[in-house]
């Protein structure tokens, strides 16, 4: 923490009470056992050497003493006995050769796939044994992060670098990607999409100015096209694309807000229909403590059970029938200035769950009532929360930028479970996969312990890593976003 203590690191307060709300089954977890078969498959009998054939030998077979499988790399422990020399062996794994390996072969393979292998032993008379074993690769889980103007791929597994691409963007990128078929899509004023394991560029469509992510949920989709709200002046444009190849469907002028879908699009206080035609407009009211002005919405909205809740730039939030537009409750929260529901809602049980500046407040879905009033963090949440069970994970920053929070929250009664302090902002959003909390800062992207707020693992991208990670297992079949748990599609 960069504040009045000079290059100090990351610190962690623990609180233990979180053990009791804790379920440790993994959030979304893949498991595959790859089990290994041994057959000793000789093409010669044992043959004892007569005292008159000294070029013969005794023919063991060697033993494979324990194996591991980490993501797409297998790793073989291999011993044998023998009086031979000079000896020579093979693993040969679907075919492929590989000549005189080490006592602890690795090699790397294909992810989600079934594998016969062989260990040959070679005598020197010509003769050999051969050990077979089968074995299945686990589904892939690759951990897409975005800095400043380039995007990675990280395999989960061993924490390397998968690929990387460089000239991504024109410019810094203010929205997640979308994943979509085993493509990642990414941009700001060029839209580009990218195979998720090789990088290679599928298809772009130069939008030139015109689009422009801000959150997650900017973007929202509906089976293969993508709907992004561009602008000329203030998110007045909402354009339709087709994820298979990026063609454009429409566009329309709509008017100004975040969007999100449900039985219409949802932009703003404004509903529209799928081709883009106006329905109804959301009434605001009148502010409490900012009168005057133009209202507008800076959060993503959530839709559950088919109502909207968003918040506006003057503390208040609404319950509005998504159907209809007719309000169901709204509620005037502090004074606390401006932009102050940046963050967005999340939901937990029947309860939004919302930032407000330095606040985290849980309400009632039905009757507005707040639960709890969350005073932990000491900086502004700028994050949408993320909410597995009965956690919540938030992150915040200084108004100077000199230091960033991450904060896990009991989302039954609001007390703290934990918090690390970092020396670098966070503006972006946390998700958590099997156990582990995903988040990047302005100098490096971290790894923790969702039960104990310990590092884990970080990376140093070198640049700012603001826009909020996706997590994608497999082919496409579990993606992870920020935001709460209803972005997260199960197979």
Same mark, same amino acid.
């Given at each position: 923490m960069k504040s009045e203590v000079e290059n100090q690191g990351p610190s962690l307060i623990k609180n233990s009470s979180f053990q009791k709300i804790m379920n440790t089954k993994n959030y979304v977890m893949i498991l595959c056992v790859a089990s290994l078969f041994f057959s000793c498959k000789k093409e010669t009998d044992q043959f004892v050497k007569p005292d008159d054939e000294p070029d013969k030998y005794l023919v063991t077979s060697p033993t494979i003493?324990?194996?591991?499988?980490i993501g797409n790399e297998i790793e073989l422990n291999w011993e044998h006995s023998t009086e031979a020399s000079p000896m020579s062996y093979q693993v040969i794994i679907n075919d492929q050769e590989y000549n005189d390996p080490s006592k602890y072969f690795t090699v790397k393979l294909g992810y989600d796939s079934t594998y016969s292998g062989q260990l040959k032993a070679i005598y020197p008379d010509g003769e050999h044994a051969i050990v077979s074993f089968d074995f299945t690769t686990p589904k892939s889980q690759i951990l897409f992060i975005v800095d400043y103007g380039i995007l990675r791929a990280i395999d989960l597994y061993t924490k390397n670098v998968i690929w990387e691409h460089l000239d991504l963007l024109n410019s810094p990128s203010h929205g997640s990607p979308i994943v979509y078929e085993n493509k990642i899509i990414i941009g700001k004023n060029k839209l580009t999409a990218l195979d998720i394991f090789t990088g290679e560029v599928v298809w772009e469509n130069n939008m030139e100015s015109i689009i422009n992510f801000k959150t997650p949920f900017l973007w929202a989709t509906m089976g293969n096209t993508m709907y992004i709200p561009g602008y000329y002046t203030y998110f007045d444009e909402v354009y339709s694309l087709d994820m298979d190849d990026g063609t454009l469907n429409w566009n329309r002028h709509m008017g100004g807000g975040r969007l999100n879908i449900g039985e219409f699009m949802y932009l703003g206080f404004d509903a529209y229909d799928w081709a883009g035609r106006f329905l109804w407009r959301a009434k605001f009211d009148p502010a409490k403590c900012y009168p005057g002005g133009a209202n507008q919405i800076t959060s993503p909205p959530l839709l559950h059970k088919n109502n909207l809740y968003f918040g506006d730039v003057k503390a208040v939030i609404y319950s509005v029938n998504a159907l209809t537009g007719v309000k169901n409750w709204s509620i005037s929260l502090d004074c606390v200035g401006h932009d102050v529901s940046r963050g967005g809602p999340a939901i937990y049980e029947n309860n939004i769950i919302f930032p407000i500046k330095k606040k985290l407040y849980s309400i009632n879905s039905t009757t507005s009532e707040i639960n709890w009033i969350n005073y932990s963090s000491s900086d502004l949440i700028y994050s949408v929360p993320f909410v597995y069970e009965s956690i919540i994970l938030i992150t915040s920053s200084s108004e100077s930028y000199v230091k960033g929070e991450i904060l896990a929250i009991d989302a039954i009664n609001g007390g703290m479970l934990w918090r690390v302090n970092i020396p670098s902002r966070i503006k972006?959003?946390?998700?958590?996969?099997?156990?582990?909390? *995903?988040?990047?800062?302005? #100098?490096?992207?971290?790894?923790l312990d969702a039960a104990?707020?310990?590092?884990?693992? *970080?990376?140093?991208?070198? #640049?700012p890593s603001h826009i909020s990670p996706v997590i994608v297992v497999g082919d496409s079949e579990v993606i992870i976003y920020s935001g709460d748990t209803r972005t997260i599609e199960f197979p």
């Amino acid at each position: 923490m960069k504040s009045e203590v000079e290059n100090q690191g990351p610190s962690l307060i623990k609180n233990s009470s979180f053990q009791k709300i804790m379920n440790t089954k993994n959030y979304v977890m893949i498991l595959c056992v790859a089990s290994l078969f041994f057959s000793c498959k000789k093409e010669t009998d044992q043959f004892v050497k007569p005292d008159d054939e000294p070029d013969k030998y005794l023919v063991t077979s060697p033993t494979i003493l324990d194996y591991q499988v980490i993501g797409n790399e297998i790793e073989l422990n291999w011993e044998h006995s023998t009086e031979a020399s000079p000896m020579s062996y093979q693993v040969i794994i679907n075919d492929q050769e590989y000549n005189d390996p080490s006592k602890y072969f690795t090699v790397k393979l294909g992810y989600d796939s079934t594998y016969s292998g062989q260990l040959k032993a070679i005598y020197p008379d010509g003769e050999h044994a051969i050990v077979s074993f089968d074995f299945t690769t686990p589904k892939s889980q690759i951990l897409f992060i975005v800095d400043y103007g380039i995007l990675r791929a990280i395999d989960l597994y061993t924490k390397n670098v998968i690929w990387e691409h460089l000239d991504l963007l024109n410019s810094p990128s203010h929205g997640s990607p979308i994943v979509y078929e085993n493509k990642i899509i990414i941009g700001k004023n060029k839209l580009t999409a990218l195979d998720i394991f090789t990088g290679e560029v599928v298809w772009e469509n130069n939008m030139e100015s015109i689009i422009n992510f801000k959150t997650p949920f900017l973007w929202a989709t509906m089976g293969n096209t993508m709907y992004i709200p561009g602008y000329y002046t203030y998110f007045d444009e909402v354009y339709s694309l087709d994820m298979d190849d990026g063609t454009l469907n429409w566009n329309r002028h709509m008017g100004g807000g975040r969007l999100n879908i449900g039985e219409f699009m949802y932009l703003g206080f404004d509903a529209y229909d799928w081709a883009g035609r106006f329905l109804w407009r959301a009434k605001f009211d009148p502010a409490k403590c900012y009168p005057g002005g133009a209202n507008q919405i800076t959060s993503p909205p959530l839709l559950h059970k088919n109502n909207l809740y968003f918040g506006d730039v003057k503390a208040v939030i609404y319950s509005v029938n998504a159907l209809t537009g007719v309000k169901n409750w709204s509620i005037s929260l502090d004074c606390v200035g401006h932009d102050v529901s940046r963050g967005g809602p999340a939901i937990y049980e029947n309860n939004i769950i919302f930032p407000i500046k330095k606040k985290l407040y849980s309400i009632n879905s039905t009757t507005s009532e707040i639960n709890w009033i969350n005073y932990s963090s000491s900086d502004l949440i700028y994050s949408v929360p993320f909410v597995y069970e009965s956690i919540i994970l938030i992150t915040s920053s200084s108004e100077s930028y000199v230091k960033g929070e991450i904060l896990a929250i009991d989302a039954i009664n609001g007390g703290m479970l934990w918090r690390v302090n970092i020396p670098s902002r966070i503006k972006s959003s946390p998700i958590l996969f099997q156990d582990k909390v *995903f988040v990047g800062s302005q #100098s490096e992207f971290y790894e923790l312990d969702a039960a104990t707020g310990e590092i884990t693992w *970080f990376y140093s991208a070198g #640049s700012p890593s603001h826009i909020s990670p996706v997590i994608v297992v497999g082919d496409s079949e579990v993606i992870i976003y920020s935001g709460d748990t209803r972005t997260i599609e199960f197979p």
